[in-house]
């Protein structure tokens, strides 16, 4: 439709860009066309979303002017960084940068840019309750895009700051879902205590930022916690033992213990896992449920999401 205003999509290819993708196209009153923006336009990822009515464009985080380029003529777009392909505090706030740049200079008038909290202001640097990490982030992949917040507010870009949640896909491709024991048992370990932890299935994400594009202007300036549901990690355990159909234990170990777990970025989950158990009570406030299906009604909880993922569940 030639009316149609485009949302153009960074990380198209990828979660959350993926996500928004397929729920523009999925609308049956097509108010947007969806723009993809990836680096490999010949991916396989890319001609799928080709296929479904896509504009696929290339673009790349790392070069602003192929970011202005893609950009253009686009009334929306979703921005979105991905940290652990680098793990670089540095490089993500540089990406974010290049996105809030190239957005102000091709005159983007909606903005979504998907961001985390700063844990710092939580726990200080130089209290010692968690450790300091890269000499100045306690949470390095939530600090580094609560800190590019700066960089779209700065510009002026029209910015809504969606506060995402713990993706439950990261079961699926992340190796975090129930693995057996020596003892032959089933167990999903978090330094969690028994805080409820907001979280949400990826699909979701997107979803909910189409919500926010379909209710307009409203929505800038804002920011926007998001999740399907609060759970704890004897909740999550008790949906696998269902859908396993053998028990599965939760085990509640110590921060440290997680952080020594020693593949890459564990320090940082640990003290992710961390935050999200000392400061529960914060970190749920910020992300209701309630206002996340206003955005999504089809929102999933957890249950509802492990129905529809369990063949894509790993057997343990």
Known sequence: ???QKIIAVVGATGAQGGGLVRAILADPQKRFKARAITRDIQSDKAKELAAMG???????????????SAFAGAYGAFCVTFYWAHFSPEKEV???????QAAKAAGVEHVIWSTLDDTRQFIPLGDDRMPTLMEKY??????????????FTELGVPTT???TAFYWENFIHFGMGPARGADGQLAITFPLGDAKMPSIGVEDIGRAAFGIFAKGKEMIGKRVGIAGEHVSGTDMAQGFARILG???????IEPETYRGFGFPGADDLGNMFQFKRDFEKEYRESRSVENTRELNPETQDFNTWLDANKDRLPRP
């Open 54 to 68: 896509a504009e696929v464009v290339a673009g790349d985080v790392d070069d602003e002017q192929s970011l202005q």
């Open 1 to 3: 439709m030639a009316d």
């Open 246 to 252: 053998e028990p599965v234990r939760y085990n509640a």
């Open 161 to 163: 700051f969606l506060l």
């Open 138 to 151: 306690k949470v390095p992949h939530f600090d580094a895009k609560s800190e590019a917040d700066s960089a």
């Open 94 to 100: 540089a990406q974010a940068r290049a996105m809030a």
